[in-house]
């Protein structure tokens, strides 16, 4: 579409069509959503070498713009990645349907009988940045809840997100359901983000996914509620009592699996007691495998190290860059999260039950891992198929965002000519 298209125009009638799907969408069978889902799936991957192709332009103009290489990793797709969005649409396919799902029954003395039922959203306006397979993650999931979607994903993913978009509307079309059910933007222009945040008639919540200057830009200017994905302020503290070999094998793959993802850590927290064994160990190993650690005061005589600066507090990188910092105690160590962190995602790595426990009760991190990667903040490996984002607020939906959690409920009340005294 031409880039100079009236935005106002085009995102009214985006928003109408999506208004009218979602009301046709909120009665759909699970019959109906399960076979686009698995139609979207096959499309997917028949149609994988136009998808690579489009890929292929993204990455081009990625590599102009001068995307860092986390960045470009990011926006990649290649065989095996298709192959997983196939397997997270699939996976999302076989999950119960939400919609309907009773979540809690009672009868009252005045004889009336109450359920509290699950119920579509409506309309779910998704903003994202670079990663293209969000297009499946999320159109996915709010069909799977019964919801309508736009979709704007980013500039650099534009062709990426369109051919992909097209296989979801292959799978709605061949179930039956309307094709205007997931909707993608189809402009770079950015007037049309500022248009969604507006559109409080037609969206009923949008979810931002991406980086700090996205996102705060959503919670500036949003009229329509917001399920804020802030930055991924990832923390690892390592306890006096953790295990070598686990502390080894588990930071490394949470920083250097994939320094892109939200998930990665940022910032290495060792206790004093460990920080010339398990921490020195650790820290040699990071620097072998390509990452730079920027060590503050206890850790900066490290050779390879680069001195912190108060700047790497609460700083995510998305790079194969980690902070790392002594502290004396685990009361330390949290209050570093509280500071700096972003309430996304926080892990400890010890053998002592009452220092996990601690951890756990204390902080108030969306997810908290013991003795486990933070790559691992993910839906898909917390059982979802797949996720929209990972949630850092407190209201309705936190940590990773299902299908479950883009649904709300209502009360169905039954009597049997039951009057009020």
């Avoid at 499309?43 to 070498?49: E, F, I, K, T």
């Avoid at 559109?199 to 919540?205: E, G, N, P, S």
Wanted: with cysteine.
């Amino acid at each position: 579409m031409n880039e100079m298209t009236n935005i106002p125009t085009l995102m009214a009638e985006i928003g109408a069509n999506a208004r009218a799907a979602a009301a046709e969408l909120s009665h759909a069978t699970a019959e109906r959503k399960h076979a686009a889902l698995i139609g979207a799936a096959e499309a997917v991957w028949n149609r994988r070498p136009e998808i690579l192709d489009a890929n292929a332009r993204d990455m081009e103009f990625g590599r102009e713009k001068g995307l860092s290489d986390a960045m470009l990793d990011r926006l990649l797709l290649t065989e095996d990645r298709i192959r997983g969005m196939v397997d997270g649409l699939r996976a999302v396919a076989e999950q119960p349907d939400p919609v309907g799902e009773v979540i809690a029954d009672w009868t009252m003395p005045s004889g009336l009988h109450i359920r509290r039922v699950r119920t579509p959203l409506g309309v779910v306006g998704v903003i994202y940045e670079s990663r293209p397979n969000v297009t499946a993650d999320a159109g996915a999931l709010c069909l799977k809840a019964g919801n309508a979607v736009i979709l704007r994903g980013g500039s650099e993913s534009f062709h990426s997100s369109g051919i992909i978009h097209a296989c979801l509307v292959d799978g709605l079309e061949a179930a039956g359901l309307p094709a205007t059910a997931i909707q993608r933007v189809p402009t770079r222009d950015r007037a049309a983000v500022q248009a969604m945040l507006t559109m409080t008639d037609t969206i009923d919540v949008i979810v931002p996914r991406g980086g700090k200057g996205l996102v705060g830009l959503v919670q500036r200017e949003a009229r329509v509620p917001v399920f804020a994905h802030l930055e991924g302020i990832v923390h690892i503290y390592v306890d006096k009592a953790a295990d070598p070999e686990k502390t080894l094998k588990v930071v490394l793959n949470a920083k250097t699996r994939r320094t892109g993802i939200c998930g990665s850590a940022e910032c290495l927290l060792i206790h004093r007691d460990v920080a010339d064994t398990i921490g020195k160990g650790v820290i040699r190993a990071l620097g072998d495998a390509g990452v730079e650690v920027r060590a503050g005061p206890g850790l900066d005589g490290i050779e390879g190290t680069v001195p912190a600066t108060d700047d790497d507090w609460g700083h995510e990188y998305l790079d194969m860059i980690i902070a790392a910092k002594v502290v004396d105690n685990i009361d330390e160590a949290m209050a570093h999260i509280r500071r700096f962190g972003s309430n996304h995602t926080d892990a400890i790595l010890t053998e002592d039950a009452d220092a996990a426990a601690r951890f756990f009760n204390e902080l108030d991190s969306a997810i908290l891992l013991h003795n486990a990667s933070t790559q691992f903040a993910d839906g898909g490996e917390f059982g979802m198929g797949a996720e929209i984002g990972i949630a850092t607020g407190k209201m309705h939906a936190r940590g990773p965002v299902g299908a479950a959690q883009l649904t709300s409920f209502k009360y169905l009340v039954e009597g049997d000519g039951t009057v009020r005294p």
